[in-house]
């Protein structure tokens, strides 16, 4: 007597973190550009940097520290991540950011979807709170120091 | 109901006196004048008068404009202005009074209003009752001797109710909430629909004087509901003192409190409830307990007490159980001690990523609100198109031809809120545990102590005198006397405390009845009727006055709000209700709010509603209004007969655009030659 015990897997769908949903990473890069740099214009490292910083508190924590510090000094490296590089794609093609002198710029559609993000009071909360903390005083030239400064301490 | 008889402008200037005098009737009435001659300026002393002025934006004199304040022009020259004052007589269905407030003067304060008991302007006597009122200064809409709100609510016949404010507190919804809906200003009335509405900080302001104005069931229903749960609140709040008070009587004898739920119920189940005592980690009740001990102490006193030396070797055979019993449960404790600090681990554990999944979900919860958004401005990303091809793109920023498949953000949602119901119940759980082991150590400690006396007293007479009496007998008799009256005394205020909560219980009931008594749904029966009628006589109403913006058939009465809307549908996320000046030209969103005004007094008049049966319009003919709609309108206002309507227009300065639009209309007609105040009949000026 033969017996066939047959397993079956049913392939199904799995969880993702809402970082890679490309609306919100979207939404993410217009809060940036508009709360968090001077004349909505940003270089593509600060979309990283903050995009790391929204990640966790602890990060934001971190992030502001960097905002308050006079010091170049900062312990922590922040990541590059490709799904960011996607989102911006998506968001030059809709017409929500312009590339100027290879840095990134929200333009006016962008401001109208900003303006629905702002007025609801129930959206972002936290990300908007953090961003409004720390306002324009991380400036790309800064964080390109910071980056400069690595290569020759650690590279 | 609230009509107006004469409106009286007074101005002393150095030149002599000049007056301005209007008469009112029933009916359509119409103030004409051309643009500047002041025909707002009376509108705003009426609302002055009335103490209304809030409604301008502003408290007091400085909301009216320098023609009654400082200086008046008359014939090219510019004369100050020593004092100023304006009256008007109003009446309602019993009695005419007066009502005069001065605007500048420096005998009698601004901020009061002179009631005269009979109509003064038109016959003038002395013999008249006065009496004088503030506005503004707090009480103004309580204090019933001297505030006029107050005064003014009694006069109309009118009952405010209790409304919601917005720091959770209770106020009175004040007269002027009222009046945006029926008297409507140049300056800012014609913005929205109760446009110049003063918010006071009441909740859902608008929604709340057009319930009262329409004597909505829900006004009285809402504040029932409101009554009822504050019952509920104040009883739950007795109980949970009850119940801390009976767990503290429990606790002093060393047991805990069963049967009686923290949380009021009706069914208290008398033999289950009672205390539970832990005794070698067992769980026995208060009842068995006490007969336990009364027991020993039965045995213990039919037997004679011996001698250290007769009872030595049972002494000494007691004391090494007793010194064994003690190891045990040492170690016991120690043991759960430790297990309980585990368990507390567990939970932190547990609770850390509570949070972190409590953050995931109100980050999708975000994702999918800024996906709505997205779609709503045309994003192609947002509906999972390709911007440039329009091919679909999936709905994640990982790479597109992955094998595994993330779910949608709706399905992560889901996904996120089983686990943190999961998550909550091991928490639950994981609690409880931590409780019940907690008991158990607190008993067995008290156990550890018992015992530990009980050794040292048994070391204590091994070594006295051999001839003297056992202590040891002697002084557990002693405490077991004492542990039988204290059981007594617990007994006996526990029964005080079921007698409680049987008490608390039956009155728990009755507010459960209370509450199951109220309507079920929102709206009564009445209240849907008049909301009906409300939609669809403001239908009927946009169609008359020449509304084309958008097809009746899509217009509604909001039963959130209680405001005209239309409805627009939205492939993806369904139809969506918006307020209906998006969807307006300028011209028609006047004819909406000319609409809503009537027929929110139509409404109100047919089913005793609260309207005061009076309307102001202050130039309705706003964004070059065409003359065929306001002649419709007049004409709709004309048959109002009951109630009285005043409008004042200028008719686009034009004779015949007055002509054409009065056509065949009856009305009291007030004309403004050519500037407002001008002199007294008796002044040569």
Redesign the interface.
């Known amino acids: 007597m033969r017996c066939f015990k047959v397993l079956t897997f049913n392939?199904r769908?799995?969880?993702?973190?809402?970082?890679?949903?490309?609306?919100?990473?979207?939404?993410q890069i217009v809060m940036v550009l508009k709360i968090a740099s001077t004349k909505n214009t940003a270089s593509l490292l600060k979309l990283h940097f903050f995009s790391w910083a929204m990640r966790s508190?602890k990060n934001m924590d971190e992030a502001r520290e960097l905002a308050l510090a006079d010091t170049l000094t900062y312990n922590n490296l922040w990541s590059v991540e490709p799904?960011?590089n996607?989102?911006l794609t998506?968001v030059i093609?809709?017409?929500?950011v312009n590339v100027e002198k290879g840095k990134y710029h929200l333009n006016n559609?962008g401001e109208?979807?900003f303006s629905?993000?702002e007025k609801?009071d129930?959206?972002?909360l936290?990300e908007k709170e953090f961003l409004n903390s720390v306002k324009k005083k991380i400036s790309d030239n800064r964080l390109q120091r910071l980056a400069k400064w690595w290569e020759h301490k650690y590279a | 109901m609230l009509n107006l008889k004469t409106l009286l402008i007074e101005a002393k200037t150095n030149v002599g006196l000049f007056d301005a005098k209007f008469t009112f009737e029933k009916g359509l009435n119409i103030i004409r004048g051309d643009n500047t001659t002041g025909k707002s300026t009376c509108i705003q002393a009426i609302l002055y008068c009335l103490g209304m002025e809030e409604l301008l934006g502003g408290k007091n004199q400085k909301t009216m404009q320098s023609a009654l304040k400082t200086e008046l022009a008359y014939k090219g020259k510019v004369h100050p202005i020593l004092e100023s004052m304006i009256s008007l007589e109003v009446s309602n269905d019993n009695e005419t009074i007066t009502l005069r407030r001065m605007v500048n003067s420096e005998q009698r304060d601004p901020r009061l209003i002179e009631i005269i008991f009979g109509p003064a302007i038109s016959s003038p006597q002395v013999s008249y009752r006065t009496q004088v009122a503030y506005v503004h200064d707090p009480g103004a809409a309580t204090d019933e001797t001297f505030g006029f709100y107050a005064f003014l609510e009694k006069f109309l016949g009118l009952n405010l109710p209790r409304v919601e404010h917005f720091e959770g507190a209770e106020t009175k919804l004040y007269l002027q909430t009222l009046f945006p809906a029926f008297f409507i200003e140049q300056k800012s009335g014609w913005a929205d629909f109760l446009a110049t509405e003063p918010r006071y900080g009441i909740r859902n302001v608008k929604s709340k004087a057009i319930e009262f104005l329409l004597n909505l069931d829900i006004t009285e229903n809402s504040r029932k509901r409101q009554a009822v749960a504050q019952k509920k609140a104040e009883l739950i709040g007795r109980w949970e003192g009850a119940h801390s008070a009976a767990t503290k009587t429990a606790r002093n004898c060393g047991g805990k409190l069963k049967g009686i739920p923290i949380k009021p119920t009706t069914l208290i189940n008398m033999d289950e409830a009672g205390i539970i005592v832990i005794k070698e980690e067992q769980e026995i009740t208060f009842g068995n307990y006490m007969h336990e001990i009364q027991e020993q102490l039965r045995r213990l006193e039919n037997t004679v007490v011996p001698t250290v030396g007769v009872a030595a070797e049972n002494t000494i055979k007691a004391m090494n159980d007793a010194q064994n019993q003690l190891n045990i449960k040492s170690l016991r404790h120690d043991t759960m001690f430790s297990e309980i600090t585990e368990d507390t681990n567990k939970l932190a554990g547990l609770t850390a990523q509570l949070q972190n999944i409590e953050n995931d979900l109100r980050k999708n919860k975000s994702a999918k609100k800024i996906q709505d958004y997205g779609m709503q401005l045309n994003i192609h990303v947002a509906e999972q198109s390709c911007p440039t091809c329009h091919q679909e793109v999936k709905d994640f920023l990982l790479q597109q031809d992955l094998e595994q498949v993330p779910m949608s953000i709706e399905q992560n949602i889901d996904f996120l809120e089983e686990q943190k119901k999961m998550v909550l119940a091991y928490i639950a759980g994981q609690k409880h545990a931590v409780v019940h082991k907690q008991e158990l150590l607190n008993s067995l400690r008290q156990e550890i102590g018992e015992l530990r006396r009980y050794v040292r007293t048994m070391r204590r007479e091994l070594i006295s005198d051999e001839r003297f009496p056992s202590e040891i007998e002697i002084e557990r008799k002693v405490t077991l006397r004492q542990q039988v009256a204290n059981l007594s005394k617990t007994d006996d205020s526990f029964s005080d405390h079921l007698k409680e909560f049987k008490e608390l219980s039956k009155e728990y009931e009755d507010i459960l009845k209370e509450e199951s008594v109220l309507p079920k749904e929102y709206f009564s029966e009445k209240d849907k009727v008049k909301l009906n009628a409300l939609e669809s006589e403001f239908k009927s109403l946009l169609v008359e006055f020449g509304y084309t913006s958008k097809s009746e058939d899509y217009v509604s009465i909001s039963r959130d709000t209680y405001l005209p809307s239309v409805e627009a549908l939205n492939i993806k996320t369904g139809s969506r209700d918006y307020n209906i000046r998006y969807d307006s030209s300028a011209s028609d969103f006047i004819r909406s709010i000319w609409a809503f005004t009537c027929a929110l007094h139509k409404v109100s008049q047919r089913s005793a509603g609260n309207h005061p049966s009076l309307i102001v319009f202050d130039e309705p003919a706003q964004h070059s209004m065409s003359n065929e709609s306001m002649a419709k309108f007049l004409k709709v206002l004309e048959s109002y007969t009951g109630a009285q309507i005043i409008v004042a227009a200028s008719f686009n300065n034009s004779e015949s655009d007055y002509l054409e639009t009065t056509k065949g209309r009856r009305f009291n007609l007030n004309r403004i030659k050519e500037v407002l105040i001008t002199p007294n009949m008796e002044n040569p000026v």
């Open positions: 392939k769908p799995i969880s993702i973190s809402p970082e890679y949903r490309p609306m919100y990473r979207v939404a508190k799904s960011l996607r989102a998506y093609a809709e017409g929500l559609k109208l979807l629905s993000i609801d129930n959206l972002f936290q």
